[in-house]
């Protein structure tokens, strides 16, 4: 099993960058495909972002693609996610999620959850 842990959330302006880290520990974070969800109060968990597990394939959410990139640093057992230009609407309680199979971009498709960061964008 892989155990994730999300930092990086803070309160900014719009228009700001932020860069959302996520570390790995357990098992290797190599062996998953590694992904970035969201969640904003009542609404469900939304894809934002993934990466497989030599960063081969990368796929974003079109409300983020362009603005928002994922990376990873396997040495480090580190997943990131950088959000540039950012919206009141990226207001949301970002989780780092990993599977052993890339598969469909929802969160049913994920084993391994960290405890989310919060992210809140003020216009």
């Known amino acids: 099993q892989v155990q994730l842990v999300e930092s990086g959330g803070r309160l900014v302006q719009g228009g700001d960058s932020l860069r959302l880290s996520c570390t790995a520990s357990g098992r290797t974070a190599s062996d998953y495909v590694m992904a970035w969800f969201r969640q904003a109060p009542g609404k469900e968990r939304d894809f934002v972002a993934r990466?497989?597990?030599?960063?081969?394939?990368?796929d974003y959410a079109d409300s983020v693609e362009g603005r928002f990139t994922i990376s990873r640093d396997n040495a480090k057992n580190t997943l990131y996610l950088q959000m540039n230009s950012l919206k009141a609407e990226d207001t949301a309680k970002y989780y780092c999620?990993?599977?052993?199979?890339?598969?469909?971009?929802?969160?049913?498709?994920?084993?391994?959850w960290g405890p989310g960061t919060q992210v809140t964008v003020s216009s």
């Open positions: 999620a990993a599977a052993l199979r890339l598969g469909d971009k929802v969160s049913q498709a994920y084993n391994y």
């Open positions: 990466i497989s597990w030599a960063g081969v394939t990368i």
